[in-house]
């Protein structure tokens, strides 16, 4: 069992910065890709970014490539993501995710088997 907990969320004007960060615990996240998705209210999931086992490779939505980052520390089970030049369409609930399921794309979340429990990410205009 993985539990996984984000931090971070908050509220920011736009053009600002916000850094999230997802801790796993229990049996750990060594070994798996990583992804980030969001959900604004009224709106359907969706991808953010995704990093592999080893953060050699890292997939971002169009809509956020170049202002995001991921990255993933294994020796502290942590994964983050960099949000630069926030704007208020980037208001969304965020959630971390373990993908346990290997196919050719990162960002189905189907492919992806455990939840972190979300942060409130909110950008003022």
């Known amino acids: 069992q993985v539990r996984l907990l984000e931090s971070g969320g908050g509220l920011v004007e736009a053009g600002g910065s916000l850094r999230l960060s997802c801790a796993a615990s229990?049996?750990?996240?060594?070994?798996?890709?990583m992804g980030w998705f969001r959900q604004a209210l009224g709106s359907e999931r969706e991808f953010v970014a995704a990093i592999s086992w080893n953060g050699d490779n890292t997939y971002y939505a169009d809509s956020v490539k170049g202002r995001f980052t991921i990255s993933r520390d294994n020796a502290k089970n942590t994964v983050y993501l960099q949000m630069n030049s926030l704007k208020p369409e980037d208001t969304a609930f965020y959630s971390c995710?373990?993908?346990?399921?290997?196919?050719?794309?990162?960002?189905?979340?189907?492919?992806?088997?455990?939840w972190g429990q979300g942060t409130q990410v909110t950008v003022s205009s």
């Open positions: 995710a373990v993908r346990t399921t290997y196919s050719s794309h990162y960002d189905s979340a189907l492919d992806y088997g455990y």
């Open positions: 229990g049996r750990g996240f060594i070994g798996y890709a």
